[in-house]
């Protein structure tokens, strides 16, 4: 139950911290964020051959049209791309993330690939031979990505039961003004990867968290909504 905690709380302040200044070596798109990890992984996708590069990202591509999870190469096909695309361990595992990142991403976004070619090749500078590669594949498997996330879901544990409390907290009972009004919103949860085990996660917050995790909610669901 203290793994679930942190994980929601991970999730819920990064949620409240988009809203916030981005780092000021990131450059958003309207679909990807450009951070300095992504800009390194993208410079070792210039440094390999295009072929290769295509081969790498259908085979990232066709894993993503597929219910199987897990790793797209096995430790023994890692070993072996290292030694083909000439790249240590860490830089080979920084290209798969990035390559799987940028499709992940346009496929939550539903992202066309005349947007993916312009923002790969203008806003991130990426070699246009390269930039062709990443959006060909993208338009020979988008479809059947789109497809595939619209019929899963992206975590196991979902929120089956929602009910609330509302508090009001005074540092005196005399003087209404300094009273604080409270929310506990106590979540149910189902983890649909292990026999439907239940469980429950309690968030206690002010109107402005309040109203905060509102505003993100509203863009998860119209994030979700350009699914459709």
């Known amino acids: 139950m203290r793994a679930l905690i942190v994980f929601f709380i991970s999730v819920f302040s990064s949620l409240i911290e988009s809203n916030k200044a981005l780092n000021k070596y990131s450059v958003m798109t309207s ?87 312009s923002d790969m090749k203008e806003t991130f500078a990426l070699q246009h031979e390269k930039a062709d590669v990443l959006v060909q594949i993208w338009a020979t498997y988008a479809k059947s990505i789109v497809d595939e996330l619209r019929q899963k879901s992206i975590f196991p544990v979902q929120v089956t039961e929602i009910n609330w409390n509302l508090n009001v907290q005074s540092s005196s009972t005399v003087v209404a003004k300094d009273m604080r009004p409270t929310v506990t919103l106590q979540v149910g949860l189902t983890d649909t990867s292990s026999k439907q085990s239940k469980s429950s996660l309690t968030i206690e917050t002010d109107k402005t968290g309040l109203l905060e995790l509102y505003n993100n909610l509203e863009k998860i669901q119209m994030q979700l909504d350009s699914l459709k």
């Open 31 to 117: 679909w990807i964020t450009l951070t300095p990890r992504l800009r390194e992984g993208l410079d070792i996708v210039d440094r390999i051959d295009s072929g290769k590069l295509r081969l790498l990202a259908s085979r990232i591509c066709q894993n993503l049209q597929t219910s199987v999870e897990g790793n797209v190469f096995s430790p023994s096909q890692e070993e072996k791309l290292s030694v083909s695309l000439e790249l240590n361990k860490t830089e080979l595992s920084l290209l798969l993330d990035t390559t799987t990142l940028i499709y992940a991403q346009a496929a939550y976004h539903v992202v066309k690939p005349a947007l993916m070619e």
